[in-house]
């Protein structure tokens, strides 16, 4: 039997630091990517498109939001080629400077009013950097935490690049929604709105001195000189990959139930056209709620990944998950406030989380250490750009004035949720292999008995660090 890498006394932080690089760049880009999204529904409509018709203006500004899903299998093209061939560590620098580079220019950007048709076109170049940038920054971080993560808690570690992710999301919310609260209208549209992108300069500056304290990972390094790993990953990847590439893609539809929650959801509710007079202010805390009990649950659950499997809370949770939304859909139908926050949030910030926890482990972990960043990066990001296009299917097929609205979409969304479901169970489970068999497809786990020993022996190992290094990173 082969035997894993062994952590050396230099090396024996390194899950940690990688753990708490993946969380901050996470956290970092994320707030970057939906900073975007709120300016986008608040003030972007006034001050970077012509005013002769607002409606139009609106609809501008939100298409310029999605140009960010266009240029995602882009970027996971050419970042995981560089994740592949040049390093995990090096391809996450890259992210980070593109990211923080391209928001900080959106905050510098000069108006409609300034120099015409000019802004919304660097507008829109903006938002495809950003969009090429967020590519490769889950599969990059997940790959960089798996390959030092220890035998037997690559889940737990892993989760955290996705708690980040969450926490991203909050940080973006926490510093965007109070300006627009509390500062006077026309100053928030004059300069207010430019403080969250300035901000973004603490991504460059944070996520470089994180970052750069990360080795780069051990299976990687052991792939020797330049000329051992592969000059086409991509090509590599789709060779000899394409099976469980197709799972990923299937697994990844999963971002269904965020479009649920908090895109149809909330138009669904708040609309006039639908006829159900929800509070917008409302929808403006499901994403903060959900994110907030996310941010708790998500590494437990990949903690629970690494003692029964990656498999089984990924398919509960899928399946749950899609369940609830007939149940938060037909809540909003009969105009209940509470019960449909409530579920929404048991929805997406638990259920989900089944799914969500345990993605960041268990998509590298189907693909070996030479194609590992192309892979996850070109086939997640491919499903969640098709789950992009859902808002429009929804209102397509169940459009204002129809009949069992919530029918409908959940019925389409809980589909959905199947088919990720069965991806799941048709894919190898992973948790007991070894980081250097990981992508063989007769790759052999540790025996079942051996595996809790090896684990047990690693909590115990990282007991005795403390109190020099915390658990949680």
């Known amino acids: 039997m082969s035997k894993g890498p062994q952590h050396t006394p230099r090396t024996q932080h390194q899950p940690r630091k990688a753990a708490a690089s993946g969380w901050i760049g996470s956290a970092l880009e994320y707030y970057d990517f939906f900073i975007y999204a709120t300016a986008a529904a608040l003030v972007f409509p006034q001050i970077f498109f012509p005013q002769s018709d607002p409606a139009i203006a609106i609809i501008a500004s939100l298409a310029t939001y999605g140009v960010g899903y266009v240029a995602r299998p882009i970027g996971a093209f050419v970042l995981g080629h560089l994740g592949d061939t040049h390093g995990r560590k090096q391809v996450l620098v890259w992210c980070m400077f593109l990211m923080g580079f391209s928001t900080i220019a959106v905050g510098l ?20 950097i950003q969009g090429f940038a967020v590519a490769g920054e889950i599969s990059g971080a997940s790959a960089m935490i798996l390959e030092h993560a220890p035998f037997g808690r690559r889940g737990y570690f892993a989760s955290f690049t996705l708690q980040g992710v969450q926490a991203g999301q909050i940080l973006a919310a926490a510093v965007f929604l109070p300006l627009a609260h509390y500062m006077p209208p026309e100053q928030f549209n004059s300069w207010g709105w430019r403080i969250p992108f300035l901000l973004s300069v603490v991504v460059i500056i944070a996520g470089y001195i994180i ?30 990959s394409s099976p469980d590439m197709l799972r990923v893609v299937c697994m990844s539809l999963m971002n269904v139930i965020p479009v649920v929650a908090t895109i149809f959801g909330a138009a669904y509710a708040v609309q006039p056209a639908y006829g159900i007079g929800f509070a917008k202010d409302m929808y403006l805390w499901i994403p903060v709620v959900g994110n907030i009990v996310a941010v708790f649950v998500i590494p437990l659950v990949g903690g629970l990944s690494d003692r029964i499997g990656r498999r089984p ?16 859909l037909y809540a909003i139908s009969i105009k209940s406030v509470p019960l449909a926050f409530t579920i929404s949030i048991l929805m997406w910030g638990v259920v989900y989380q089944g799914y969500n926890a345990v993605f960041p482990s268990f998509y590298p972990e189907l693909f070996p250490t030479r194609t590992r960043v192309s892979a996850m990066a ?42 990720a479901a069965v991806a799941a169970l048709s894919a190898r489970e992973t948790y007991r292999i070894r980081i250097q068999d990981l992508g063989r497809p007769d790759a052999q786990p540790v025996d079942k008995a051996e595996y809790d020993r090896l684990s047990a022996q690693r909590m115990a190992d990282a007991r005795a660090l403390k109190p020099a290094v915390t658990e949680r990173p």
């Open 109 to 128: 950007l000069p108006t409609y009013d300034q120099v015409g048709l000019w802004a919304p076109a660097l507008l829109v170049v903006m938002r495809l």
């Open 211 to 240: 970052r750069r304290e990360v080795h780069e990972t051990p299976v990687f390094t052991d792939m020797g000189t330049q000329a051992m790993r592969p000059r086409s990953p991509a090509v590599e990847a789709f060779q000899h």
């Open 378 to 419: 070109i086939s997640q990001n491919v499903g969640t750009a098709i789950t992009a296009m859902l808002p429009a299917l929804f209102t397509a097929v169940a459009p204002p004035g129809s009949t069992s609205i919530w029918l409908t979409v959940g019925a389409i969304a809980f589909g959905i949720t199947v088919v």
């Open 313 to 328: 809370p990924l398919v509960a949770g899928a399946l749950l998950s899609g369940l609830l939304a007939f149940a938060y």
